[in-house]
C-alpha cells in the first residue's frame, strides 16, 4: 500500500470553526490531492498540488483552502466551517513516470461532521 | 471534459465473470480509460487503464472499442471482496500535466454467494 495517513480520521465540529485536516505521504510523490465525497456523488476534487508551494483550484475550491510547505504534508483548511461542507475527504497522491503524471494513490479518508 | 456514462448497479455470482461496461462517445484521442474501484469505508484504488489496446493485468481486464467510444472492465471470478464502486474515468494524456481525475457515481457491483 502506498504510505499516505489522513489525520484526524474523524472529526465534529460547530459551524463557524476552523479547520485544518492533513495528509502525509512517504512516497515523495509530486502530486497531491484533495477530494471530498457526498453521497449521490462521485469524489470530487477541491484542490491539488504540483510541488512544493504549488496548487491549484479544483472543482468545489470555495470555503477551502491549502498549503505545501514540503513534499510530505498537504495541508487543507476549512477558513470557518459551514454545515454543506460535512463530507468525507480524501487526499491522493500520483507521481510522475515515463514524463506522464501516474495513477493515482488514495489516502483512507476523513470524516468531518460540521454541526 | 468527456464524460463517461456507466449502470448504476450490477449483480453477480461468486466465481461467475463479471463485465462492467462504460460509454464514452465524446472520447478524445488523447484520452486515457481508467479504472478505479472503492471498497466500502475505503478510498478509491487504482484497478486498469488503456489508450487503445486491451490490457490485462492481475486484477481485471480491460477491453477497448475499436472506435474507443466505450470499454468493459472484465472481472475473470468474482469475489466476495470485489463488491465495490467501479468508476470508469477518461484521463487526459498529458506530458508532465497534473493527473485531475473526474469521477462520475459509478458502478455499484454487488457479489452473491
Known amino acids: 500500500d502506498a504510505g499516505i495517513t489522513q489525520s484526524p480520521r474523524h472529526k465534529v465540529t460547530e459551524t463557524g470553526t476552523p479547520v485544518t485536516l492533513r495528509c502525509h505521504q512517504t512516497?515523495?510523490?509530486?502530486?497531491m490531492y484533495w477530494y471530498r465525497q457526498d453521497p449521490g456523488h462521485g469524489l470530487r476534487l477541491i484542490h491539488y498540488?504540483?510541488?512544493?508551494?504549488?496548487?491549484d483550484k479544483g472543482e468545489v475550491s470555495d470555503g477551502y483552502s491549502v498549503s505545501r510547505s514540503k513534499t510530505e504534508d498537504f495541508l487543507l483548511t476549512l477558513e470557518s466551517a459551514t454545515s454543506s461542507q460535512t463530507s468525507v475527504y480524501f487526499c491522493?497522491?500520483?507521481?510522475?513516470?515515463?514524463?506522464?503524471?501516474?495513477?493515482?494513490?488514495f489516502g483512507p479518508g476523513t470524516r468531518l461532521t460540521v454541526l | 471534459d468527456a464524460k463517461t456514462t456507466q449502470p448504476n448497479s450490477m449483480e453477480s455470482n461468486e466465481e461467475e465473470p463479471v463485465h462492467l461496461p462504460c460509454n464514452h462517445s465524446?472520447?478524445?484521442?488523447?484520452?486515457?480509460i481508467h479504472w478505479y474501484r472503492q471498497l466500502p469505508s475505503q478510498g478509491p484504488e487504482y484497478v486498469i487503464h488503456?489508450?487503445?489496446s486491451n490490457v490485462n493485468n492481475r486484477m481485471a481486464s480491460l477491453a477497448i472499442a475499436e472506435d474507443r467510444k466505450s470499454s468493459t472492465l472484465i472481472l475473470h471470478r468474482a469475489t466476495l471482496r470485489d463488491a465495490a464502486v467501479y468508476y470508469c474515468?477518461?484521463?487526459?494524456?498529458?506530458?508532465?500535466?497534473?493527473?485531475?481525475?473526474?469521477f462520475g457515481t459509478g458502478t455499484q457491483l454487488k457479489v452473491e454467494l
Open positions: 498540488s504540483y510541488g512544493v508551494k504549488d496548487t
Open positions: 491522493a497522491i500520483s507521481g510522475v513516470s515515463g514524463g506522464m503524471t501516474d495513477t493515482q494513490y
Open positions: 512516497e515523495n510523490h509530486r502530486y
Open positions: 488503456g489508450l487503445t
Open positions: 474515468i477518461l484521463r487526459r494524456g498529458l506530458t508532465g500535466g497534473g493527473n485531475k481525475l473526474t
Open positions: 465524446t472520447i478524445s484521442g488523447t484520452d486515457y
